[in-house]
């Protein structure tokens, strides 16, 4: 029963006193033969998880340690009538001396030991990996989007379906190398492969979910405050598994909605065997998430390609327009009747009835043709160069496109 209630986290740890421990110990002292047959270690119990916030639960099990030494030292001094419990004591007897001056051990229950080192970086480093692996992947494929023009070419829904696929094969990469470093360093550790499969899909679902997010926020949120949102939310979901919220006031409780705080309490749930039932929010938790930044984040991927369809007709007619110009520079310096007769030739050029006949036109109408179509490849070739600088410009240095 009180294993049950440490499973369901309704309490921390139980302090459990055997049936009967008063009497066996007072029997113990006052003859040899009990004495001799006496268990100190059936007299206090102790039941914790170490797994929920090992940290935590040490310091709660140190304590309650200090706490049955201290219960020790009092029952060896007198009471306030001056009586002494050495003077019960069968002084005879070696085994009921040796009884009165150690009577109890504290035996340790622990659901779930978790002493090795790694435990320290579970609710910490875990969980900023997992942020960061995404973080700079979604910053990537953004960029590599944004260099390739990709959103102005393709349709926005094969980038939505592309999208999705690689981000959950490279989420399901992270958490094999998540949950294989914390294997690799479990240092006995007693827990098993299916553990570790449970394990991977739950980092799984918690990357994933993370890029979806990330991508919303780098989608939706104005260019101006996009650092401080993302570090917004990576901040704060750490801090939400930092500590227990039974230590916190009662207002950080709005943490539990935070993905990293539900992931955490899944992996507990898995490592201690079902101690910490808490998948009826947590599951839920996580699965929301996806579903709702991922609606969103493909609706971004709308937006995206819209403005980019935008910005690519927007380039169009600045080149018509700088070409036209040019046209228009260069006509402008003929003769009149050499412009003239450039532009009769060009609109025989562009159209030509069958039962017009085409004449040969002289050197001079000839050299200014070639002169225009020099004069336009040589704006082409400008504004070609302009573009490749800009995207040269764009893809270099530590800072990339996140949007």
């Keep these: 029963m009180l294993r049950s209630a440490i499973c369901n986290t309704d309490y921390w740890g139980a302090l459990y006193i055997s049936t009967n421990a008063s009497d066996r110990l007072t029997a113990a002292l006052n003859d040899s033969k009990f004495a001799s047959s006496y268990n100190r270690s059936d007299v206090l119990t102790f039941i914790w998880n170490e797994a929920r916030y090992p940290s935590i639960a040490d310091s709660l099990a ?34 009921s001396v040796a009884v009165y001056v150690d009577p109890w051990h504290l035996a340790s229950i622990n659901i779930q030991p978790t002493t090795q080192g790694s435990r320290l970086i579970y609710n910490t480093l875990v969980v900023i990996l997992i942020l960061i692996q995404q973080f700079f992947f979604l910053a990537t494929i953004n960029g590599l989007y944004s260099q ?12 939505v379906i592309f999208r999705f696929l690689i981000s959950a094969v490279y989420a399901m990469a992270g958490a094999i190398c998540t ?14 492969g299916n553990q570790w499969a449970l394990t991977w899909l739950a980092l799984w679902l918690f990357g994933h979910l993370n890029f979806l997010t990330l991508d919303v926020l780098a989608v939706w949120l104005p260019p101006a405050f996009l650092p401080m949102g993302l570090t ?7 801090t939400s598994i930092l500590l227990p919220f039974e230590l916190s006031p009662a207002f950080y409780k709005w943490g539990n909605a935070l993905p990293a ?4 309490n899944i992996l507990v749930d898995i490592w201690s065997g079902g101690c910490n039932p808490h998948l009826g929010y947590a599951l839920p938790v996580l699965f929301a998430y996806e579903l709702c930044s991922g609606v969103l984040s493909g609706l971004g991927v709308y937006r995206r390609a819209h403005y980019a369809v935008v910005a690519v007709e927007r380039d169009e007619r600045t080149w018509q327009g700088r070409i036209d110009k040019a046209i228009e520079e ?24 069958k039962e017009v006949v085409k004449e040969e036109p002289n050197r001079e109408v000839l050299g200014d043709r070639e002169a225009l179509a020099g004069e336009i490849r040589r704006v082409t070739s400008q504004i070609a160069r302009e573009q490749e600088t800009l995207r040269r410009k764009e893809s270099i240095g530590p800072s990339f496109s996140l949007v």
């Excluded at 006509?331 to 009835?353: G, Y």
């Design 179 to 192: 949950s294989g470093a914390i294997w690799a360093f479990r240092a006995g550790w007693q827990v098993n």
């Design 62 to 95: 140190q304590r309650m340690g200090n706490l049955v030494e201290t219960a020790r030292i009092a029952y060896m001094r007198p009471d306030n009538s001056g009586s002494h419990p050495f003077q019960t004591v069968n002084r005879s007897s070696t085994d």
């Design 330 to 353: 260069f006509t402008t310096t003929l003769p009149p009747m050499r412009e003239a007769k450039l532009q009769e030739d060009t609109s025989i050029d562009q159209v030509e009835p």
């Design 232 to 238: 917004t939310y990576l901040v704060l979901n750490v």
């Design 261 to 264: 705080h539900a992931c955490y």
């Design 148 to 159: 390739f023009g990709l959103f102005g070419t393709i349709k926005a829904r094969r980038i």
